[in-house]
């Protein structure tokens, strides 16, 4: 079964820490991404890359950076982290070849204290 | 980037079906129409996509007038475990058009 994985389902991290939320797929996708979710706002997007070392921003891309070094990870860094940052990640990937969905991680529930 | 438009929740029993309505007046000609399933504590989950008419698989149909700008997600017999949050999606999911998801249609079955 294919699969998108999230090195962690929960964390609880410091008020300015350096956080790494890592992500693999292993369906040779060319993009992902990384969304937060928060309740009453939904998903909504941090950063997203179409290839190794490609990245553009998302809707929220304030406080975070992202590395993708190798086609099949994509972490999300959180420079120094803050309680506004408390939230759940969602990764995800896709093929680009257009119209096909996304599949996502299960997630990783972040609280920072 | 299309919008789209969904009710807030819906309420319905088991073994009935579902309709769940989507609007997106303004569907660019290269987008497509996706929809996802969430429960708590999980990602999304990919249902169904389309681009015209109707398409049917093991778990729902889209259904996708001509004029693109809505479109209907139909859940046949419900059960419990189909109390979830929809969502409904337009673009085609590439690097310049990539999928915004709104709020969705929180889906409560009950007994």
């Known amino acids: 079964d294919v699969k998108v994985t999230q090195s962690s389902r929960y964390l609880v991290k410091r008020t300015g820490e350096k956080v790494f939320l890592e992500c693999v797929q292993d369906m040779d996708h060319e993009n992902m991404f990384w969304y937060r979710q928060d309740p009453g706002l939904g998903l909504r997007l941090i950063y997203f890359s179409y290839d190794v070392k490609m990245k553009e921003k998302g809707d929220i891309p304030e406080g975070y950076s992202v590395s993708r070094e190798k086609k099949e990870r994509f972490s999300l860094i959180l420079e120094s982290a803050s309680t506004n940052q408390t939230s759940m990640y969602l990764c995800a990937s896709s093929f680009v070849t257009q119209g096909y969905g996304y599949t996502f991680g299960s997630g990783t529930r972040l609280t920072v204290v | ?111």
């Open chain 2, 1 to 111: 980037l299309a919008k789209t438009t969904q009710p807030i929740s819906m309420d319905s029993y088991e073994g009935q079906e579902v309709n769940i309505t989507c609007s997106h007046n303004n569907i660019a000609t290269n987008d497509y129409i996706t929809w996802y399933q969430q429960f708590p504590s999980q990602g999304p989950r990919f249902i169904i996509q389309g681009y015209k008419t109707k398409v049917t698989n093991e778990v729902a149909s889209l259904f996708i007038p001509a004029d693109r700008k809505s479109s209907t997600l139909s859940l046949p017999r419900v059960s419990l475990s189909d109390t979830a949050v929809y969502y409904c999606l337009v673009g085609d999911g590439g690097a310049t058009n990539k999928l915004i998801f709104g709020t969705g249609t929180l889906l409560a079955v009950q007994p």
